[in-house]
């Protein structure tokens, strides 16, 4: 009582402070157009002030007592949970509400008596009380939050997004001579037409958002802030690293993915496409959401939980691409360097989305370097196939003179040049700066824009290189004959892979016809070099004479017939492919 | 001049090797006072990191944030000069010349164990930000007086987070949950669902490890002597002690995968001059790493030293701590939370800024690689007239 009665004008200052901030709210609150959340702050503030104002009167009035009353009623209720087993938002929305009212009442205890201006030994220990009670309750709701997190967390299947990349692993294989008949249908990408979209999900069941955020405002109101993020931070992070460990990327050093062999770092290169698209696209933009839904009243805060949580799997990921762009970059490499290339590309308006702040700017500088990394290998293992296809060299002739496997090789991972070609292209003009120059289209008439783009020049050149190099592995047969079914065998083969698929478009009419011309010409060599020498046999050396003795002429017979057995022989031996050949 | 116009010559030909030998001479002079630049200014740099000039007042503490930093930088500066002397307007066909052919692919081999080194130093300095982040919360706890009750259990509950973040960072494995965790202070007994351990080990490999790397990377690392010491040899071991050493001192300082075992000192001769600064830092360095190896702790990063330090006797403090508490004691703690306080707002700035900076030596150390490989590459091509790629290409 003491105290009470000698703050009286102290009160009736607080009284007019108060007052004139309900006055504002209400003024405010009967504007026309606001939006919800701002209504409801004011709703707040409202009942807040009211509180305050019944607090201050009801003090005039009896001073502390009352004061220490209310304390007592919610210490009540805080310490009785303290001992029960049970979680508080399990046991029904009735306990939950009515916690939180008292820890709200025991925060505007600890207000109330902060703003008595008189200082003195009794108010000093309520509120220390009360701050006592208060870290209980702070306690208890960070565990509160840590269950809810945990037990309403949702799981997505990473399946569904998987389906359509399966196919694309067939293609990728090394032997790509055993599915040179494959058509092309099955070695096309699906279609992204579902791609461009981000796909948000929820990540904890929703309706328990709603008592995440009361906890939330209940934690930052008292200070608290700091242990709510920690806490909420802990548990998503943890979350999204054993999602990301579903998806299976190894945890692997960039040691180890230099020293890795071709098969392994394939699927890798495979699965970080597959990865980067599910987190970026669906994982963190809907914990994105969650963060904004959560923390999206505490200003800085949230883009802070959101970076922190998301960072070690970010970095994962960069690390992993960065690596792959450090390697030597074979040939065999660029269509999956073309893909990550692609993915990245794609994702990075996503990525500058959802990391805008200034905070996490080194997330979008890296992966934009990333992407010009990735194109700049791609070019370079895109180069360095052109430059092994003419550099490969044989020894020995090929047995049979039939397609060379290079030739298979070549062609089959040709095919599929044709559905990066805009990426290539605009990979390749950029490169055009440099010392190689595009090499310009042979065909004069009938260009197309497919057919003079960048990529089209490129392959082209790349089919002249494996043709000069067949020629040079067409003379390491002694016979002339050979030499030309082999070309014959070859070239008709490249004209067939062309024809059959995409690259039809790159390479033209006019080139095709050209390398048919080509193949018939070498027909006709080999139907010339085969049988001439036998025909020969048959020529009469003396024109003028009329007789040649019989058995000059039974030998003649005999040399003709046996020529023409081993040469039918050699021909039905030296088969090609098409109906084309054998006629 | 041909040389066979003097063939029949004996002093004609002694002339013509004089005139080569002046003339390699003159190359070789120019390199020698590169080299000698580039052991000067290493030896410089290392010296003022050892012991910076007296009227630095605001001297930066071994293995501070600050000191890091500076390390990082002097790394950055040896990177540039030492590239400038290997491969600026150099026929790169010295590169690949005896003893070079093998010295620079061991350099290429320990720089890239040293950024998968850089990656779990970023990611140590991660758990550094969260155990700065705890610690903040205590000061925020205690900082205002009176200290209640409440507080102080809000202080211990803060400070028991971090001490056993502290003790957990070291070990491998995400299961290792043996640290009591102060989420829940084990009133629902065996709950089911702790808040995670925050570990570190989820970006690297079960069985990678940090000492182990560094033991690799320092395996082969001889000086070189006799007549290779005055060519290009001597500064690839220059450059590839000074990798090692600042590799070192980072794991040294920052917590991360599997530390056990780690090296306390690496065989630079002693003779080596510009070596001298560099031996003294890795005497002290070592020193303290044998000191604490045996408790147990998070690394030698001064910051962290203090949050431990200032921690154990804090949680102690709160502890025992009844409202009002004895005057002595609560002076104490006072000052050292004003202490913490202070450290918390050195971590501020300069965590961030050291990972960037760490950042920086990755890619510095990526570009440098690539550099090198180039010229190896055309060097190779040159030479072998096959490009290795072809291997791929059946037959």
């Given at each position: 009582m003491d105290d009470g009665e000698s703050a009286i004008p102290t009160y009736e200052g607080d009284l007019h402070v108060v007052a004139a901030a309900h006055h504002i709210v209400k003024a405010l609150g009967a504007t026309k157009n606001l939006s919800h959340d701002l209504r409801k702050i004011l709703v707040d503030l409202d009942a807040h002030l009211s509180r305050i104002t019944l607090n201050i009167d009801s003090k005039r009035g009896r001073g502390l007592f009352d004061v220490e009353d209310r304390l007592k009623q919610a210490e009540r209720k805080i310490v009785s949970w303290e001992s029960d087993p049970m979680m508080i938002w399990d046991s029904g929305p009735g306990e939950a509400s009515e916690y939180l009212e008292a820890v709200d009442e025991i925060q505007t205890v600890i207000d109330g008596l902060r703003g008595l201006s008189v200082n003195g030994n009794r108010k000093q220990k309520e509120l220390l009380h009360a701050e006592s009670v208060l870290q209980m309750a702070m306690s208890r709701l960070e565990e509160e939050l840590v269950h809810i997190l945990i037990q309403h967390r949702q799981q997505f299947e990473p399946k569904y997004m998987s389906s359509r990349s399966v196919r694309r692993d067939v293609v990728y294989d090394e032997s790509f001579v055993s599915i040179e008949d494959e058509s092309p249908e099955t070695s096309r990408r699906n279609c992204n037409s579902d791609e461009s979209g981000e796909c948000i999900v929820d990540l904890v069941h929703a309706h328990v958002i709603p008592h995440i955020k009361s906890i939330a405002k209940v934690m930052f109101t008292s200070g608290y802030g700091q242990e709510f993020c920690e806490a909420f931070i802990g548990v998503r992070k943890e979350a999204l690293e054993q999602y990301f460990a579903i998806l299976e990327m190894g945890k692997l050093s960039i040691e180890d993915v230099l020293n890795m062999e071709w098969a392994s770092m394939s699927s890798e290169m495979h699965k970080w496409t597959w990865s980067m698209k599910i987190i970026f696209r669906v994982y963190l933009a809907s914990e994105k959401r969650l963060c904004d839904q959560v923390l999206g009243d505490f200003g800085s805060v949230n883009p802070f939980c959101f970076l922190e949580i998301s960072k070690s799997t970010i970095l994962c990921l960069l690390n992993f691409g960065e690596a792959i762009t450090m390697g030597p970059h074979q040939p065999e490499k660029v269509l999956r360097l073309l893909d990550m290339y692609e993915t990245l590309a794609d994702l990075l308006l996503s990525i500058d989305t959802l990391f805008s702040e200034e905070a996490s700017s080194f997330v979008r500088i890296d992966f934009h370097e990333l992407l010009d990394r990735l194109g700049g290998s791609a070019i370079a293992a895109f180069k360095a196939f052109c430059l092994a296809v003419s550099s490969n060299k044989s020894a020995l002739p090929f047995p049979g003179g039939s397609v060379h496997p290079l030739n298979k090789y070549v062609m089959n991972f040709m095919r599929l040049f044709p559905e990066y070609c805009s990426t290539l292209n605009l990979l390749l003009k950029d490169q055009n700066a440099d010392a190689n120059p595009v090499p310009e289209p042979e065909y004069g008439q009938n260009i197309s824009p497919s057919t003079s783009c960048p990529m089209a020049c490129h392959l082209r050149s790349i089919t002249s290189a494996l043709e000069s190099n067949l020629h040079k592995k067409s003379k390491l047969y002694k016979e002339e004959a050979l030499q030309h079914v082999f070309l014959m065998n070859n070239i008709h083969y490249i004209v067939q892979k062309v024809k059959g698929s995409e690259l039809r478009l790159f390479f033209g009419d006019e080139w095709i016809r050209k390398h048919n011309a080509k193949f018939q010409q070498h027909a006709t060599n080999y139907e010339r070099a085969t049988w001439s020498s036998i025909l020969s046999l048959l020529k009469d050396d003396n024109p003028g004479s009329s007789s040649m003795s019989k058995s000059t002429f039974r030998e003649r017979c005999k040399g003709f017939s046996v020529a023409f057995e081993e040469g039918h022989q050699d021909h039905c031996a030296v088969h090609g492919n098409g109906k084309e050949l054998r006629s | 001049m041909p040389a066979t116009e003097y063939q029949g010559s004996f002093l004609g030909r002694i002339s013509i090797r004089r005139n080569q030998v002046i003339a390699m001479d003159g190359n070789h002079e120019q390199e020698l006072e590169d080299l000698e630049h580039f052991q000067k200014h290493v030896s410089d740099r290392f010296s003022e990191l050892l012991s910076p000039p007296p009227e630095d007042v605001h001297a930066d503490a071994l293995l501070s944030i600050s000191w890091l930093r500076k390390l990082l930088d002097v790394f950055l500066c040896c990177d540039a000069e030492f590239k400038a002397i290997l491969l600026m307007g150099r026929d790169p066909s010295q590169i690949s010349k005896p003893p070079l052919d093998r010295l620079i692919p061991e350099l290429l081999e320990r720089a890239v164990k040293a950024l998968d080194l850089c990656n779990a130093v970023t990611n140590g300095v991660e758990s550094i930000r969260h155990c700065q982040r705890l610690a903040e919360i205590v000061v925020s706890a205690l900082?205002?007086?009176?200290?209640?009750d409440g507080q102080a259990k809000r202080a211990k509950k803060a400070l028991t987070s971090l001490l056993s973040a502290m003790n957990l960072d070291d070990k491998e494995g995400t299961n290792t949950k043996t640290a009591e965790r102060s989420w829940s202070f084990g009133r629902r007994g065996a709950s089911k669902e702790r808040a995670p351990v925050r570990s570190l080990s989820y970006q690297v490999a079960k069985n990678w490890s940090a000492a182990k790397q560094i033991q690799a990377m320092a395996n082969n690392l001889v000086a070189p002597r006799g007549n290779e010491a005055s060519g290009l040899a001597s500064p690839v071991y220059i450059m590839s002690a000074v990798l090692v050493f600042v590799m070192w001192a980072l794991v040294a300082a920052i917590p991360c995968q599997e530390r056990n075992g780690l090296a306390t000192h690496f065989p630079v001769p002693k003779q080596l001059s510009w070596a001298h600064s560099m031996i003294g830092l890795q005497d002290k360095i070592g020193d303290e790493w044998k000191k604490k190896e045996k408790k147990g702790m998070a690394g030698l990063l001064e910051e962290m030293q203090k949050l431990e330090k200032l921690g154990q006797s804090l949680i102690e403090f709160t502890d025992s701590y009844q409202y009002p508490g004895e005057t002595e004691k609560v002076e104490e703690a006072a000052a050292q939370v004003a202490e913490l306080a202070e450290t918390c707002r050195r971590m501020e700035e300069g965590l961030v800024p050291l990972q960037m900076q760490i950042r920086e030596v990755f890619h510095r150390i990526v570009r440098s690689r690539a550099e090198f490989l180039d010229v190896l590459d055309q060097e190779s091509s040159a030479t072998e007239g096959v490009v290795k790629q072809t291997k791929a290409f059946l037959m």
């Open positions: - | 900082e205002n007086k009176p200290i209640g």
